[in-house]
Structure formats: structure tokens, C-alpha cells
């Protein structure tokens, strides 16, 4: 006999993906600490006043990801927490679905966003030896 799927092994999938995105942000987020502890050791060397204010630049740009980070972190709990619960009536359950493609396009979009930021500011480091 093959057994049906319940709400509860359907809603497992989604709980997966969203304790991967966790650890994705999570690993953005300390990669965004790395590249800003190793600005903070580079910019005391740069002298160049349009070399300085593109170091600011990443400064303001890994500040503005720490926030995004920790707001999407909080989203993910949230919507992890909203899968968990054994309640979940049909309206609920599109809603969650509906949410975690949202979700999904946007940790999606954050990964694009972070691979630029990387790129830009390796070439950056890489001008300034």
C-alpha cells in the first residue's frame, strides 16, 4: 500500500528549504562580517581620497546587508513556525504557499545581490596593491 501524503510530510519539504535558507543567510552574513573586519584593515593604508570613499562605499553596503540579513532571518523563523503549526486549513496552507515562493525569489535575489557585492569589492581590494 502506498501511503498518502499528509500535511504533515508536505509541509517537512518546505520546513527543509526554509532551515537551508537559514543556514544560507546565516553563511552570507558571516561572509559579510569577513569582508567588512578585512576593510576595516585595509582602509587604514588608502590614502587616495576616491579609494576612500569607495571603501565607505562597502562600508554602507555591508551595514544595509547586516539589517537585510537579520530581517530575513526573522522572516524565515517566522514562516517556519507558521509550517510547524497542526492546524493549518486549506486558505492558511495557499497562503504559506504563496509566501514561500515569495520567499524563495527573494533568497534567490540575495544570493545575486551578495555575488556582485563580493566580485566588486575583490576587484577593489585587488586595485588597491
Same mark, same amino acid.
Given at each position: 500500500?502506498?501511503?498518502?501524503?499528509?500535511?504533515?510530510?508536505?509541509?517537512?519539504?518546505?520546513?527543509?528549504?526554509?532551515? !537551508?535558507?537559514?543556514?544560507?543567510?546565516?553563511?552570507? %552574513?558571516?561572509?559579510?562580517?569577513?569582508?567588512? $573586519?578585512? +576593510?576595516?584593515?585595509?582602509?587604514?593604508?588608502?590614502?587616495?581620497?576616491?579609494?576612500?570613499?569607495?571603501?565607505?562605499?562597502?562600508?554602507?553596503?555591508?551595514?544595509?546587508?547586516?539589517?537585510?540579513?537579520?530581517?530575513?532571518?526573522?522572516?524565515? !523563523?517566522?514562516?517556519?513556525?507558521?509550517?510547524?503549526? %497542526?492546524?493549518?486549513?486549506?486558505?492558511?496552507? $495557499?497562503? +504559506?504557499?504563496?509566501?514561500?515562493?515569495?520567499?524563495?525569489?527573494?533568497?534567490?535575489?540575495?544570493?545575486?545581490?551578495?555575488?556582485?557585492?563580493?566580485?566588486?569589492?575583490?576587484?577593489?581590494?585587488?586595485?588597491?596593491?
Amino acid at each position: 500500500m502506498i501511503a498518502q501524503p499528509t500535511l504533515q510530510n508536505h509541509s517537512s519539504q518546505y520546513l527543509y528549504e526554509i532551515t !537551508s535558507w537559514i543556514r544560507l543567510i546565516e553563511f552570507l %552574513n558571516q561572509e559579510n562580517t569577513h569582508m567588512k $573586519n578585512r +576593510l576595516s584593515v585595509v582602509i587604514e593604508g588608502i590614502h587616495d581620497r576616491d579609494k576612500v570613499a569607495m571603501a565607505e562605499h562597502f562600508q554602507n553596503q555591508f551595514i544595509v546587508k547586516d539589517d537585510v540579513y537579520d530581517h530575513k532571518n526573522h522572516a524565515l !523563523s517566522t514562516q517556519a513556525m507558521k509550517w510547524k503549526q %497542526n492546524t493549518i486549513c486549506p486558505a492558511i496552507l $495557499n497562503d +504559506l504557499k504563496k509566501s514561500h515562493i515569495n520567499l524563495c525569489h527573494q533568497i534567490e535575489s540575495l544570493e545575486r545581490e551578495q555575488a556582485v557585492i563580493r566580485k566588486d569589492y575583490n576587484s577593489y581590494l585587488s586595485s588597491l596593491a
